[in-house]
């Protein structure tokens, strides 16, 4: 089955620096890839998505790339806020009935 | 409006006892599911339903038991509370196909004393 690794566990930045979290995976068939933001007593909120015919997308201040020869893909977050604090989580996915499979998380702390 | 809503968000018990935690979503998707999340944070897939219907079911004990009266809910039951089963569950919803994301609501932190 899939295996996916996402480092680092913990991650912590000042305001304004910018944020990479990494992910790699071992299905090859794996074709789409999610990433959440888990805050404080919530659930996991989908922020961004990649599938495996693009090798980067952006929205504002987040970005993901894909290397699909190298199997890995990353979260990178640009001049960072307070709020950007959480549990982000990535994930990958064969898509169909396939369920995808979960990073074990990493928590972003920015300091003001 | 909530698009995946949990009830109830907290729930302590004690051992043994018979539980259910109630998921309902208002955005017409046909697949739900039941996450469990432990303390260091893992996410673990429990079951999948897809238009009522069963579709995964995870090595999970059989004292879990997932109930869909209708598309639109997927509720939880919990016999016989154990210890290890505290932690937060997560409801979800998609649509058909995985290479979609998920809804998630907002979570049942469960304790069970």
């Known amino acids: 089955g899939e295996n996916v690794e996402q480092h680092p566990s913990t991650l912590s930045v000042q305001e304004g620096d910018s944020a990479v979290i990494k992910c790699t995976y071992s299905?090859?068939?794996?074709?789409?890839f999610p990433w959440y933001k888990q805050e404080l007593g919530k659930g996991p909120q989908l922020i961004i998505d990649i599938r495996s015919n693009v090798g980067e997308k952006k929205d504002q201040r987040i970005a993901v790339t894909l290397n699909k020869t190298a199997k890995h893909f990353s979260l990178h977050i640009t001049e960072t806020q307070p709020e950007d604090s959480a549990v982000y989580f990535c994930?990958?996915?064969?898509?169909?009935?396939?369920?995808?499979?979960f990073g074990r998380g990493t928590s972003l702390i920015v300091h003001p | 409006d909530t698009a995946v809503s949990q009830t109830p968000k907290y729930l302590v018990t004690q051992m043994g006892n018979d539980k259910s935690i109630k998921c309902e979503q208002n955005l017409g998707h046909d697949t739900m599911y039941w996450y469990k999340q432990d303390s260091k944070k893992f996410l673990k897939i429990m079951f999948s339903y897809n238009n009522k219907e069963l579709i995964i079911n995870e090595t999970v004990p059989n004292r879990f038991s997932p109930k869909s009266p209708d598309k639109a809910h997927l509720n939880l039951h919990i016999n016989s509370l154990e210890l290890g089963d505290s932690a937060v569950y997560f409801c979800a919803s998609s649509i058909p196909g995985q290479e979609y994301g998920y809804t998630f609501g907002s979570g049942t932190r469960l304790t069970v004393v």
């Open positions: 299905d090859s068939a794996s074709n789409y």
């Open positions: 994930a990958a996915s064969r898509g169909g009935s396939y369920i995808p499979t």
